[in-house]
Antibody, heavy 119, light 107 residues
Framework: QVQLQESGPGLVKPSETLSLTCAVS?????????WGWIRQPPGKGLEWIAS???????YYNPSLKSRVTISVDTSKNQFSLKLSSVTAADMAVYYC????????????WGQGTLVTVSS | DIQLTQSPSFLSASVGDRVTITCRAS??????LAWYQQKPGKAPKLLIY???TLQSGVPSRFSGRGSGTDFTLTISSLQPEDFATYYC?????????FGGGTKVEIK
């Protein structure tokens, strides 16, 4: 059973960098799928942020690309998100996800973690 | 980017009703569309992918149709556990994009 679990600070100050990690269990992160991040501001819809293949190939949302870094650590079977220069607009529930490379349907989601941006 | 427009954004219905939600893409995406259900405080759950393929374990009262730019999600007989928000997502190209959501509430 594939499981994804987000971790990281729940509170980030404006202008600082948001850092989240997703621990994957039940599947090797270096095999055959993309691993990504999707966020949802409170009461709003879903926004895809970025995805990374186990080998390191990446895709970024152009609207966030200048501030986002996604990386994978195969030794720990986890992947990470860094979002720099955060503002109140970055406050959201952040989900880590898994999707296939060809048909990007999200079949596995983490439970989500709320990140608040406030001084 | 491919824009997805869902309608309606809000729907009030009764148990047993037949409900249809529409998702329109800003350009043709063949059958590369998925539907998700989200309940408050929970991650979205995949219902349908490739426009009409039911995900394993999803009740058969859910069905999807469409190709190109126009898609529908139908719940044939609304059940109490179906009251939730539904999102479409295009699977065709990056950036991955979602519709704005349709909230289905109890009448």
């Amino acid at each position: 059973q594939v499981q994804l679990q987000e971790s990281g600070p729940g509170l980030v100050k404006p202008s600082e960098t948001l850092s989240l990690t997703c621990a994957v269990s039940g599947y090797s992160i270096s095999s055959a799928y993309y691993w990504g991040w999707i966020r949802q501001p409170p009461g709003k819809g879903l926004e895809w942020i970025a995805s990374i293949y186990g080998s390191g190939s990446t895709y970024y949302n152009p609207s966030l690309k200048s501030r986002v870094t996604i990386s994978v650590d195969t030794s720990k079977n986890q992947f990470s998100l860094k979002l720099s220069s955060v503002t109140a607009a970055d406050m959201a529930v952040y989900y880590c996800v898994r999707h296939p490379p060809a048909i990007t349907v999200v079949t596995y989601w983490g439970q989500g973690t709320l990140v608040t941006v406030s001084s | 980017d491919i824009q997805l427009t869902q309608s309606p954004s809000f729907l009030s219905a009764s148990v047993g009703d037949r409900v249809t939600i529409t998702c329109r893409a800003s350009q043709g995406i063949s059958s590369f569309l998925a539907w998700y259900q989200q309940k408050p405080g929970k991650a979205p759950k995949l219902l349908i992918y490739e426009a009409s393929t039911l995900q394993s374990g999803v009740p058969s009262r859910f069905s999807g149709r469409g190709s190109g730019t126009d898609f529908t999600l139908t719940i044939s007989s609304l059940q109490p556990e179906d009251f939730a928000t539904y999102y479409c997502q295009q699977l065709n190209t990056y950036p991955l994009t979602f519709g704005g959501g349709t909230k289905v509430e109890i009448k």
